[in-house]
């Protein structure tokens, strides 16, 4: 199915070619952070030093509603396809190590438009969408190259993630094969030090005559938490928890690879006509190096439906863009396929009468006009997810945002200077009775099968910090919101998650984890 959909997709790409000739195409960079928190930049917290990414948002435009799915495969998926995890049975936790499935062969993505539109394209980083054959990686998918590790975590100095090694450069071939290479020095080389470099490497040697597409999944601020100490003392005498001020470190260490990004593209001659991109695939864990700060005012975080879980720090960077601007149109990670395919095919300039590919039935809306403030936000809702395994899902309408099943664990947890009393304590109108959220019920909208006792509505721009649930005086929204979960219902297909497999085991391939199928 994918080789029909790349082989009729030029023949509709040939209908952009005088379009896109007649503009000029812009170099898209993509930074994505891992698990960071909404309090975790410098733009929500002074305390966090980051002063090239702090430069980019306040010259730029800070995304302020920009949403993202609650985990990490969940995101990488939706960015890649423009779709909704729960159309790609990725709607559940994420892919682990060694498990036989991933981003399905037959779904075009990101690398494969931008490729047909001319472009360059690389990833560095995590990739975290499957491994169980070569044709789920990177350089199978549209990616000229890719530089990082395919797992969802490993040590950022010796590359290990259980038990073994994960870091490698991939390369496409000739002849459709990926030539592939295990970077074993870069055990004992701090990850995003390597980042850095090679993403410096890529563009101090691109081609000027074609536009770049650089994807940039950064391993920071991913657990485990490792660091170099020239960071931490930077936080020294400023940040008393000590969790709390290596997870700072680690966002320093992560704005220095931004600089070498930005200093490469300005040595280069290509930062006038480059287009910088910064969000995270979700909130900051409640637990662990971030010492559930990460994400305050916002209730929840990372794996959870709540507001900490999937409202991401984000922002978008040009010196071909206005700059200083607040950003308040509803957006979400589904958008960027569309709108970089507008971009890429039709300029920066807001222009109505172009438009970019035709990417078929995807959930994703082109929202360029919005984001550079010459039009509004192209949706008034976004589907957070629906996961029939936990029996729960999330919808935004408008300002509502609808909770059926338990959506997660939703404290709020401050930072010390405020009054933990008022923000800190167990929040249980909403919430009523705890046990009514274990339910053996089928979990299936369009027959009705669902507990009223199991829903709650919040007012989300109102109420950011979703603290006055309000679905008994809304009976109306609650039920507008129900149907269109039964829309979504019927579009959903079933987890694919499934166990590992004994055949992945990297011991046969030289203690690294590798493509060990076929097809899968």
């Known amino acids: 199915m994918q080789k029909l959909m790349l082989t009729w997709l030029p023949w509709l790409l040939t209908l952009l070619v005088l379009q896109v000739d007649s503009v000029t195409q812009p170099n898209i960079v993509m930074m994505v952070a891992d698990d960071l928190g909404w309090a975790d930049v410098p733009w929500h917290d002074a305390l966090t030093i980051a002063p090239t990414l702090s430069s980019l948002a306040d010259t730029g435009i800070i995304l302020d509603r920009h949403y993202v799915q609650p985990i990490c495969s969940p995101t990488r998926s939706a960015l890649m396809t423009g779709k909704y995890p729960s159309r790609l049975g990725l709607n559940h936790d994420t892919i682990n190590a060694g498990e036989p499935y991933g981003l399905m062969v037959n779904e075009t993505i990101i690398s494969n438009y931008m490729s047909e539109l001319g472009y360059s394209t690389h990833a560095v980083g995590k990739w975290h969408l499957g491994y169980c054959s070569w044709d789920l990686t990177p350089a199978k998918r549209g990616f000229d190259s890719f530089y990082g590790y395919y797992n969802g975590h490993e040590t950022y100095y010796t590359k290990v993630t259980h038990k073994f090694f994960d870091f490698r450069l991939d390369t496409q071939a000739d002849d459709g094969s990926v030539n592939s290479e ?4 870069a055990n004992g080389t701090y990850s995003t030090e390597l980042y850095a470099d090679r993403a410096a490497q890529i563009i101090k040697y691109h081609n000027p005559s074609q536009p770049l597409f650089l994807y940039y999944p950064m391993q920071s601020v991913h657990f485990p938490n490792e660091v170099p100490e020239k960071y931490l003392k930077m936080y020294e005498g400023i940040v008393e928890n000590e969790k709390r001020r290596t997870l700072l470190a680690m966002v320093t260490a992560m704005d220095d690879a931004a600089e070498v990004v930005v200093t490469a593209l300005k040595q280069s001659g290509m930062w006038e006509n480059t287009v910088f991109i910064f969000f995270s695939d979700n909130g900051g864990p409640l637990e662990g190096i971030g010492n559930g700060q990460v994400n305050y005012p916002l209730r ?21 863009l206005p700059g200083g601007v607040i950003n308040q149109e509803l957006l979400h990670v589904t ?26 039935d995807i959930d994703g809306v082109n929202q360029w006009n919005a984001i550079v403030g010459a039009g509004k936000s192209n949706r008034t809702e976004f589907l957070v997810n629906i996961d029939p395994k936990a029996k729960n899902s999330a919808l935004r309408w408008g300002p509502w945002k609808l909770y059926h099943g ?14 933990e009393h008022r923000y800190n304590q167990q929040f249980t109108h909403g919430l009523r009775d705890r046990n009514k959220f274990e339910t053996d019920q089928e979990y299936v909208f369009s027959e009705g099968i669902y507990n009223p006792d199991t829903i709650m509505l919040f007012d989300v721009e109102a109420d950011p910090a979703e603290t006055n649930e309000v679905s008994n005086d809304n009976p109306d929204v609650v039920n507008t919101m129900l149907e269109r979960l039964v829309y979504y219902e019927s579009r959903t297909i079933p987890p694919r ?24």
């Open 182 to 185: 295990v970077v074993w020095k």
């Open 300 to 320: 929840g975080g990372k794996y959870s439906y709540w507001e900490g879980g999937i409202r991401s720090s984000s922002f978008i960077h040009s010196p071909m």
């Open 406 to 419: 338990n959506p997660g664990k939703g404290d709020w947890v401050p930072p010390p200077s405020v009054n």
């Open 497 to 520: 998650n499934c166990v590992r497999d004994p055949a992945s085991d990297p011991a046969q391939f030289g203690g690294v984890w590798t493509p060990w199928l076929k097809t899968c």
């Open 335 to 360: 958008d960027w396929l569309p709108t970089l395919g507008h971009l890429a095919a039709c300029g920066v300039e807001p222009n109505d009468q172009c438009t970019g590919p035709d990417m078929g």
